[in-house]
């Protein structure tokens, strides 16, 4: 099923059936994951979100202390990974539209995956400034509008798969 259900708690967590020694966070955009809060762009309707947003335009006005926050709560998950024993550089983050906007608190070490979003090209380059730049990805597909295809999981698995190899 789609979208936020309210009965599944988020984070959903899938339970491992062995020795966990790699995590995958991904943040998945407007109305489908992110905690419930009144939208502007969407007449303060409240609805799963990272944090406010305005309007579509380059210039309009951000959020920046919901973005803030949303990275504040992702550096949270990434934290427990962590203290999980999870090394920070076996996390993968990634994100797909609103949900790859607050994925710049993460740890230098972290490998970030994005996919297109309105401002992708303009997101990805500040993420290179706030984590190392060979671990940032950023994928187009050309004529594919706000939605996936199979190419983008083949690459999806492709990245993951670049992983080391499990730890014994």
């Keep these: 099923m789609c979208g936020n259900n309210t009965s599944i708690p988020l984070p959903a967590i899938a339970p491992a059936s062995q020795k966990v020694t790699a995590a995958v966070i991904f943040l998945h955009g407007l109305g489908d ?18 944090f406010d947003i305005t309007g579509l335009s380059p210039d309009s006005q951000e959020d920046e202390s919901g973005i803030k926050q949303a990275a504040e709560n992702i550096k949270a998950l990434i ?12 996390i993968i983050l990634g994100g797909f539209s609103q949900g ?17 979003l309105m401002f992708g090209s303009l997101t990805v380059e500040k993420l290179k400034t706030l984590v190392n730049p060979a671990n940032v990805t950023f994928k187009t597909y050309e004529g594919m509008m706000h939605s996936s295809c199979q190419q983008e999981m083949t690459d999806v698995k492709q990245f993951i798969d670049k992983l080391p190899l499990p730890i014994d």
């Design 100 to 116: 790859g906007g607050p994925i710049g608190g993460a740890n230098r070490d972290i490998s970030i995956l994005q996919f297109p």
């Design 79 to 90: 934290d427990q990974e962590v203290k999980n024993d999870i090394p920070s550089d076996r």
């Design 33 to 50: 994951t992110g905690p419930v809060r009144p939208v502007t762009l969407n007449m303060n309707m409240a609805m799963s979100s990272w």
